[in-house]
């Protein structure tokens, strides 16, 4: 079975994710979790790491969220809280990773690719990028806690306006909506431009300004309100309205 994140360590001072299943559109599969996972822990530990990149292997996708064909076995509510619960406990850790974390899109971002790209600390996104928490549009909500962090980031009217409308925006108009904080325009290497005076910066400073984040987050519980969401979730997984939804966009017929 091939490698789903890849991980590469850049002497400049950060380290590069790269989910890497392109005939998905790197959409995320339990190997894929695990392996995410693992890369945080091998990135919390080195000490030459000051900031960690996540991005899309080739240029279609950034992540197309949770794997429908995979998990379209997970019927009920129960059935479904396992993988959302799973994925949110990753996505928290994430959340307050210790180190600064950018969400580098280059190319579609839909449902909880959105999700990913909301627990980091800044989210760049290529030029003509599409994107959407369209998580609406399948009968269900954010189901890894994305929108409690989502909440936390920009202006409550604009998150409202993503989750609620479900639907597709240019990266251009979500820089508009405060979720995109640069559209880089040209080469996708020119994000490095981004990091360049933070990679000058002392780790121990780096990881004391996270640290003021991660304990606001711990002391307003945003663990207990993302697994509620998770709950919430996993209610409406069990619907007609979401398996019906699933089936179309696997049957091609939506
Ligand atoms: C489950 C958790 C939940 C959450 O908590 O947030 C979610 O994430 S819900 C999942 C939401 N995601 C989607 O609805 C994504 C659906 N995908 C798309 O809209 C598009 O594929 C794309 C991401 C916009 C890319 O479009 P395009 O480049 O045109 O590619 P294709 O559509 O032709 O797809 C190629 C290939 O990949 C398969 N695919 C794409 N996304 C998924 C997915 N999320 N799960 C499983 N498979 C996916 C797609 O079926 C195609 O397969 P083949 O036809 O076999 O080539």
């Not at 396992?82 to 406990?89: E, P």
């Not at 989502?150 to 202006?155: A, H, R, V």
């Not at 009217?157 to 597709?168: D, E, F, P, R, V």
């Not at 904080?181 to 080469?187: F, L, M, N, S």
Request: a negative charge; one cysteine or more.
């Amino acid at each position: 079975m091939s490698q789903t994140v890849l991980v590469e360590k850049n002497e400049r001072g950060y380290m590069k994710f790269i989910l890497h299943r392109p005939e998905k559109r790197n959409a995320v599969s339990y190997q894929l979790m695990e392996e995410f996972e693992a890369a945080l822990d091998q990135a919390a530990q080195d000490n030459d790491v000051k900031v960690v990149v996540i991005t899309g292997y080739g240029d279609r996708a950034f992540c197309s969220g949770g794997d429908l064909a995979e998990f379209h076995s997970l019927y009920t509510e129960e059935e479904s809280y396992g993988m959302l619960s799973k994925m949110g406990a990753i996505l928290y850790k994430l959340a307050v990773f210790k180190k600064p974390t950018i969400a580098l899109l280059n190319g579609s971002a839909v449902g909880g690719g959105c999700e990913i790209a909301s627990a980091c600390d800044f989210r760049l996104a290529k030029s003509g990028v599409k994107l959407g928490f369209v998580q609406a549009s399948l009968g269900i909500t954010t189901g890894w806690g994305g929108a409690s962090i989502l909440l936390e980031k920009i202006p409550y009217q604009s998150a409202m306006k993503l989750l609620l409308n479900g639907t597709i925006y240019t990266a251009e108009a979500a820089k508009e909506l405060g979720f995109i904080d640069e559209v880089i325009q040209g080469d996708l290497e020119e994000w490095e431009r981004f990091v360049d005076t933070i990679l000058n910066r002392e780790v121990g400073v780096l990881m004391a300004y996270k640290n003021l984040l991660i304990n606001k987050w711990e002391e307003t519980d945003l663990k207990g309100r993302m697994e509620m969401e998770s709950r919430q979730c996993a209610k409406l997984w069990e619907t007609d309205a979401h398996h019906q939804a699933v089936d179309s966009f696997l049957n091609k017929t939506k």
